[in-house]
C-alpha cells in the first residue's frame, strides 16, 4: 500500500487499465495506448484530453488553504476544499467563554462548569499597597474554592483557602511552604482542577492543592477576582 491508497485514492492510484480503446490495435494493458496519442481516433466530439501516463501516480490532495497550480488529472477524484485528509477528524476547538473586561471586581461565567484537566490561569500585578486580593470559584451562593491572599493577617503574610456551603464557612487551610505574592510585582497564577482537588501554581511553582468540598463539578460556574490587584489576562483551556 501507499500512500494514495492510505487516503482513499486507491480507485485510481497505480491501478492498470485493461479496457482498449476503439481501434487500439491488440495492445495489452501493460503496453496500453492512450487516447489522443499519435494514430489514435478520439470520440466524436471528444477534446484531446491530458490523460495519466502509464504507471503515473494521480496527484495528492492539497493542504488547507493551497491554491491550485493546474487541473486534475482526468478520473482523479476532486481535491478536499475542507480542511483535513479523508477520513480526518477536525480538530477539537478550545472552549469558548465570554469576553469580560479586565477590571476588578472581575466575574466569568464557566458555561461547562469546572471538569478534569481544566486550567485557568490568571496574570495580573499586585497594587503597591495592597492588603489583600481573593480568588472564588462559585456554585450559586456557595464558594466551592476561597483563595484569599492577605499580606497582612495580625503581621503575617497568609493566603486562607476555605469553602462556603449552604451559608457556612468550613475548615480554614493556611499551611504554606512560601508566600510568594510581592506588593507592587507582576504575577502568573494557574488553577488546575482534577477529579480531586483544586491544585494552584504561582510563577511557574506549584503552591498548594485543595480537595473538592463541592464535588457537582459540573455547577460550579462563575470565577471571581477581587480587591487590590490589576489584571492582564484571564483564559481558561483544557489540557491533553
Known amino acids: 500500500m501507499d500512500l ?6 486507491s480507485a485510481t492510484s497505480g491501478q492498470q487499465v485493461n479496457n482498449l480503446w476503439p481501434a487500439q490495435k491488440g495492445e495489452n494493458s501493460d503496453g496500453a495506448v492512450w487516447p489522443g496519442q499519435p494514430n489514435q481516433p478520439l470520440w466524436p466530439g471528444q477534446q484531446p484530453p491530458q490523460p495519466m501516463w502509464p504507471g503515473q501516480q494521480p496527484m495528492q490532495p492539497m493542504w488547507p488553504g493551497q491554491q491550485p497550480s493546474q487541473p486534475a488529472w482526468p478520473a482523479q477524484p476532486n481535491r478536499p476544499t475542507a480542511p483535513g485528509w479523508p477520513g480526518q477528524n477536525p480538530p477539537s476547538a478550545p472552549q469558548q467563554v465570554p469576553s469580560v ?13 469546572v471538569y478534569n484537566k481544566m486550567l485557568i490561569t490568571i496574570n495580573g500585578e499586585i497594587k503597591p499597597n495592597s492588603k489583600k486580593f481573593a480568588v472564588n470559584l462559585t456554585r450559586g451562593n456557595d ?8 499580606f497582612d493577617d495580625c503581621g503575617k503574610k497568609t493566603i486562607v483557602r476555605n469553602s462556603l456551603v449552604g451559608g457556612k464557612w468550613g475548615k480554614e487551610e493556611r499551611e504554606l511552604s512560601n508566600f510568594p505574592f510581592v506588593q507592587g510585582k507582576s504575577f502568573e497564577m494557574k488553577i488546575l482542577c482534577t477529579d480531586n482537588e483544586f491544585m ?24 471571581g477576582i477581587y480587591d487590590d490587584i490589576t489584571l492582564s489576562s484571564v483564559t481558561v483551556e483544557t489540557l491533553p
Open 4 to 9: 494514495s491508497d492510505a487516503l482513499g485514492d
Open 143 to 150: 464558594i466551592a474554592l476561597h483563595f484569599n491572599t492577605r
Open 200 to 223: 494552584v501554581a504561582v510563577n511557574k511553582s506549584h503552591l498548594l492543592a485543595f480537595k473538592h468540598r463541592v464535588t457537582e463539578l459540573n455547577m460550579i460556574t462563575h470565577l
Open 101 to 113: 473586561p479586565l477590571t476588578v471586581p472581575y466575574d466569568l461565567k464557566l458555561p461547562d462548569g
